[in-house]
């Protein structure tokens, strides 16, 4: 029998409990079809779909709760109506009458060019045009004495004016877009001499693919075709149904009415006519995101991040996320120490993805905010109300990743495997979606993104879990501000279970007369550093704790306390040296 050393040991313990549970929850803020403007917690799937319908937002929430089983706290807002828009008007050695003028509606995003073929007055010059960039053109067609040429199937004409001289010469060209919440262009594909014409009217809540194929032909009003229908580009379907006498069809997302119809003008389908169109999804405003997180700011509960579901600005980011520096900047006791994950907006129809990407470049480029994470990018997932493929923002697949994996943990940890075989930016082995691995431009610009590995399939991994921290700041890594913050609720937490202790004070003969005396100053040092030790040992790499010793105490003086933490480091770049070498150098080298 061994015997033990006679010793004696002494365990300083403090007598307040302080807990700041790693929290699960999050909240969310987007777009719903219904239910209340307050902040409401669900805990499933079916609570979520009865109170808030569908729409984004609950997609979102519903998708994140189906990864991780987590609750989340959904703050609905209305969309902000932004209208279909006209971008500047380029004038390519124009010496017409005048500018033209553009009007109508865009009902999808166009690079519309003009050119010139032959110059001169009203009736008399001739033109063509090109909606796509000037990958396809129209046959040059002379101006109408009225000067007003419509722009195709685009929603928009151009209006030439009159003047002296030549009323039409040169080139000029400019970009257009839809609303939010617009119905975009039908495309038909017939395989006959079908005639009935097919619309979609109503207003979205929701981008969709929409695919209308005829699986019996007929003559509408009359008993006998067929359909079914997509709003994932063709990758699921509705069950066949049966038109019946009607000449509209609801259009439905999941059992709930998207707001759409199709309308069949009187005339004929036939079996295998196709229609193909899409539409844009809501808007959000940054006012209406601030006044929810004003709301969620006020719950007593420990939500981590906030999801805002919809496209933002560096504007819009940065206005955000000045909510979240203002929430962790106030007293101790109200503060929260939160963060922000958004999505920034998606490549445009006739878009270059070295166009996008650079846009995206520029205008984030001046944002600096270390609250702030912001996803580009989207990929394929599955609905788990709908069994739809749809393309969403790398945000939403972030959400899940983030919490059920430790905090301190980069989304780009490769060893912690792949993302789920129900995230796709490959199909049949082509790209469908920004991979990081291809062009690095959105990743350097500390954008959140997917990529692939080479060795690696088709699985998809997250590239880095990035913040808009400064340059050089040290809170760039969405794991280093999760860490941080919940550090902070601890020393906040502790820092409250001072308040009014009665604490004593250097002599008027000692050094320092009047501040606190180095054995209470060291008891709230030891008290900080355990309490953040035994929640986040090993989530960090050091840690130091120093109260002030010279700060004279008295009413409505404070007493500063400073932790510092040095956060992990993580690898982003490694350097591998491999070769044969001969037996005689490995012996040399033993």
Not at 29 to 36: A, E, F, I, L, M
Not at 395 to 404: F, G, N, Q, S
Request: charged share 20%.
């Amino acid at each position: 029998m061994a015997l033990a050393l006679p010793s004696a040991r002494l365990r300083v313990r403090s007598n307040r409990a302080v807990f700041a549970p790693l929290s699960r929850i999050h909240s969310v803020v987007g777009v719903c079809s219904k239910g209340p403007f307050t902040p409401t917690r669900v805990a499933d799937t079916d609570a979520l779909t009865s109170t808030f319908g569908f729409g984004p937002a609950v997609k979102a929430l519903a998708y994140e709760m189906g990864k991780t089983g987590a609750p989340g706290i959904m703050r609905r807002i209305l969309p902000d109506p932004v209208a279909a828009s006209v971008g500047e008007l380029v004038l390519d050695d124009w010496d017409g009458a005048a500018a033209p003028a553009i009007s109508g509606t865009a009902n999808n995003h166009y690079h519309i060019m003009w050119e010139t073929v032959v110059a001169g007055e009203l009736n008399t010059a001739t033109g063509r045009y090109s909606l796509d960039g000037g990958e396809t053109w129209t046959t040059a067609a002379t101006v109408p004495t009225n000067g007003i040429v419509a722009l195709g199937g685009s929603g928009l004409t151009a209006t030439f004016s009159a003047g002296t001289g030549d009323d039409v010469g040169g080139d000029f060209s400019f970009e257009a877009f839809p609303a939010a919440q617009a119905v975009l262009s039908v495309v038909a594909t017939r395989v006959g001499s079908s005639t009935s014409v097919v619309t979609i009217t109503g207003t979205p809540l929701d981008a969709y693919e929409i695919v209308l194929e005829t699986l019996a032909g007929g003559t509408v009003g009359t008993a006998g075709i067929v359909l079914r229908y997509s709003l994932d580009g063709g990758r699921t379907f509705t069950k066949p149904i049966r038109l019946g006498t009607a000449n509209t069809l609801q259009i439905n997302d999941g059992t709930e009415d998207s707001g759409l119809d199709f309308a069949f003008a009187a005339g004929t389908l036939e079996t295998g006519d196709g229609f193909a169109s899409g539409t844009t999804e809501p808007a959000i405003a940054a006012s209406d995101v601030v006044t929810a997180l004003g709301q969620l700011d006020a719950l007593a509960v420990n939500w981590r991040f906030a999801h805002i579901v919809g496209a933002v600005n560096a504007t819009a980011a940065g206005t955000i996320g000045a909510e979240f520096a203002t929430f962790a900047a106030d007293e101790l006791s109200n503060a929260r120490f939160a963060w922000a994950l958004m999505s920034a907006r998606d490549r445009r129809r006739l878009e270059t993805e070295t166009a996008w990407e650079n846009a995206l470049d520029d205008d984030f480029d001046g944002l600096e905010n270390a609250r702030v994470a912001v996803g580009s990018g989207y990929a394929r997932i599955t609905c788990p109300i709908t069994r739809r493929r749809n393309r969403r923002p790398v945000a939403w697949i972030a959400v899940p990743e983030l919490l059920r994996r430790p905090i301190e943990e980069d989304l780009g940890r490769k060893a912690s495997g792949a993302l789920s075989t129900d995230v796709a930016i490959y199909e049949d082995g082509e790209r469908i979606e920004h991979d990081a691995r291809v062009s690095q431009t959105l990743q350097g610009a500390r954008f959140v993104t997917l990529r692939t590995f080479k060795r690696s399939g088709d699985s998809v991994f997250f590239t880095r879990g990035s913040t808009f921290d400064a340059e050089g700041g040290l809170e760039g890594y969405i794991a280093r501000r999760q860490v941080l913050d919940v550090a902070s609720d601890i020393f906040a937490q502790v820092l409250e279970e001072q308040l009014m202790d009665g604490v004593e004070v250097n002599a008027s003969d000692e050094e320092n007369p009047g501040a606190i005396t180095e054995a209470n100053a060291a008891r709230i040092d030891r008290e900080v550093e355990t309490a953040i030790r035994r929640q986040l040992e090993g989530k960090f790499s050091g840690l130091s704790v120093r109260t002030s010793r010279t700060t004279v105490l008295a009413a409505g003086v404070r007493l500063p306390c400073k932790v510092s933490i040095v956060g992990l480091e993580y690898l982003e770049q490694l350097d591998g040296d491999i070769g044969f070498v001969t037996p005689e150098l490995v012996a040399l080298a033993a």
